[in-house]
């Protein structure tokens, strides 16, 4: 069997006849700049200490960028557009065990959103220097914000904030 892992189906994986994907509304804000053009190369998880990787935003998004280099770490979501979206059953070893999509985190999925945490390390104007980064060259940017646990809201807190899940005993 060849070696190849883009979109072809492997021993004990299924594929369904997924819907037609509508649009959900997503806008492309940027575009990702990494060193790899093949997915034979890409890190299968982005490391810390990776490549220096440029994620590019487009107008009119650039004032968006506004404070964000009071951050060290961000949360990257990005659209995996070479995927395929029609799996339930992967292989991830392509050994002929498989496990269900949802409980790997394959490129390939209904939607294929990857998240990653990146270093910021810099930015130059349009331009965000990160390390972390696990994608094609030219992967289309969905959304940028701070790491979860390096926020905290500025927004005043709200009643469900302090909710908390009644036990009996
Ligand atoms: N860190 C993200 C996550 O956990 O959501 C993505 C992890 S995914 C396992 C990373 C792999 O996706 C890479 O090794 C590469 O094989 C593949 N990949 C990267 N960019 C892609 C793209 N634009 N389209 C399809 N596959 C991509």
């Given at each position: 069997m060849s070696m190849v892992r883009e979109n072809e189906i492997r021993q004990g994986e299924r594929a369904v006849e997924a819907p037609p994907a509508t649009d959900a509304g997503l806008v492309f804000i940027g575009q990702i700049r990494t060193p790899w053009t093949s997915r034979m190369v890409t890190p299968r998880q982005g490391r810390r200490d990776g490549p220096v990787c440029r994620i590019e935003i487009f107008q009119p998004w650039?004032?968006?960028?506004?404070?964000?280099?009071?951050?060290?770490?961000l949360e990257v979501l990005y659209w995996l557009h070479m995927s395929r979206r029609d799996l339930v059953l992967q292989s991830p070893a392509n050994d002929g065990t498989t496990r269900g999509t949802f409980s790997i985190r394959s490129p390939?999925?209904?939607?294929?959103i990857g998240t990653s945490i990146a270093r910021l390390v810099g930015r130059e104007g349009n331009m965000l220097l990160v390390q972390g980064m696990d994608c094609l060259d030219g992967t289309p940017l969905l959304d940028l914000k701070p790491e979860r646990t390096g926020f905290t809201p500025i927004a005043p807190s709200q009643p469900g904030d302090f909710e908390v899940e009644q036990t009996s005993s």
């Open positions: 650039v004032e968006a960028l506004a404070n964000i280099e009071e951050f060290e770490e390939a999925r209904p939607n294929p």
